[in-house]
């Protein structure tokens, strides 16, 4: 209606300013006739929609002819099966049970020192001394004691097996004898403190108490010894995959650090699960032939937990969800040349690997998908097949 009110205004303007001889848009903006210039905008607005009506009649007219239009253009690939790996993705740090800090067992001046920081040690070496205050002397003293309550014994024991003496005489020898052997024993349990020694074969890492310092037991770190040839790594998996990761299961190891990747196994797996965050240990055996992994090294784990033979693999980006929940993909039925027809398939899918996830059923091998495009077909439409994988 409003169009049509401002299709006579202009029309009547325009009867009234004679013949009507129209005069350009140049011509009008020169005049700086404000009147004129307002009905020359009216007559260009009016001509503007008469032009903007016919635009879309000859669309509405090109939409129903050209029929090539409404089909959509889209790739495809067909469904093959492989073997599919997945790989449970986890990080842990490296360690090692003969990682020790050595604490000294006797307290006083740390006489010597008889390593040095890499030097490699054998199991029972001796490592450093510790002055034993005088226990040495109270040793011999102690031995002369014993010699000679042994002496004493062994003859009046000699003396009770003729029948001579007393019982109480060979008892009394005996007792005194037995007394001082357990001192000796006993001083000599002390002194054997006073020598470090290794606690397993390894290298000695650091040497943190220099050789004349006054050390007190079990409170003065001596040095710190390891063993980089037992290396594994510790990590904890969630529980629900407590059946898939199990031991001996295969693992890939990479150490961004070293630029290094390895294959190994796991050795042991937690029977208890963590209550706190749901999870049970486990831990990968490391060789460690050229000793460059060392404690406490950042590890990257990929655990094989899963593999099937026979795979369906498609690529998660063609996946929709419906309101029910469902996922689908489309098919290509009916197919023609280079045209087919869509067919969407309900799908039940398994475990991802990145970009690509598992159809466990709703496809069969050599199914043909589509691939580009699959987000703005529908169920029933035709579509040209550009490529085919």
Not at 105 to 113: A, I, N, Q, R, W
Not at 358 to 374: K, P
Request: glycine residues 6%.
């Amino acid at each position: 209606m409003k169009y049509i009110y401002s299709l006579l205004i202009v029309t009547l303007l325009l009867t009234s300013c004679g013949e009507g001889k129209k005069q350009s848009v140049e011509a009008v903006v020169a005049s700086d006739n404000l009147e004129n210039i307002r009905l020359k905008r009216a007559e260009v607005v009016v001509e503007q929609q008469k032009i903007a009506e016919q635009l879309k009649q000859l669309d509405n007219r090109i939409a129903v002819l050209d029929t090539t239009k409404k089909v959509p253009l889209i790739t495809t690939f067909k469904a093959k099966q492989e073997v599919f790996t997945h790989y449970l993705e986890l990080q842990g740090n490296v360690s090692t049970k003969n990682l020790l800090v050595i604490y000294p067992e006797f307290s006083g001046v740390l006489t010597k020192v008889y390593v040095k920081e890499g030097q490699r040690v054998n199991k029972g070496q001796i490592l450093a001394k510790i002055d034993d205050g005088g226990l040495s002397q109270q040793l011999a003293q102690a031995q002369i004691q014993t010699d000679l309550s042994k002496t004493t014994f062994e003859r009046q024991e000699r003396l009770w097996n003729q029948k001579i003496g007393s019982e109480i005489q060979y008892l009394q020898a005996k007792s005194n004898y037995e007394a001082q052997a357990q001192a000796v024993s006993q001083i000599k349990q002390q002194m054997a403190k006073t020598v470090v020694k290794a606690p397993f074969s390894g290298t000695i890492d650091d040497v943190i108490t220099e050789q004349g310092s006054v050390v007190g037991a079990g409170q003065s770190q001596l040095m710190r010894i390891v063993n980089l040839d037992d290396m594994y790594i510790e990590t904890d998996v969630p529980e629900s995959y407590i059946t898939n990761v199990t031991v001996n299961k295969s693992v890939k190891v990479e150490f961004p650090i070293l630029g290094k990747t390895i294959d190994a196994k796991i050795r042991q797996a937690g029977n208890f699960i963590n209550p706190a965050n749901r999870t049970f240990k486990i831990e990968v055996a490391i060789p460690n032939k050229d000793k460059n992994i060392k404690p406490n090294l950042t590890a990257k784990l990929k655990i094989n937990d899963y593999t099937s033979e026979n795979a369906l693999l498609i690529p998660l980006s063609i996946i929709s969800e419906n309101a029910e929940g469902q996922q689908y993909v489309y098919t290509i039925i009916d197919k023609s040349g280079n045209k087919g027809i869509v067919k969407r398939e309900i799908i039940e899918t398994g475990r991802t690997q990145g970009d690509y996830i598992e159809v466990l059923s709703g496809i069969e091998n050599d199914e043909e998908i589509i691939d580009e495009g699959a987000r703005s077909v529908k169920d029933g439409q035709e579509v040209k097949i550009l490529t085919s994988n």
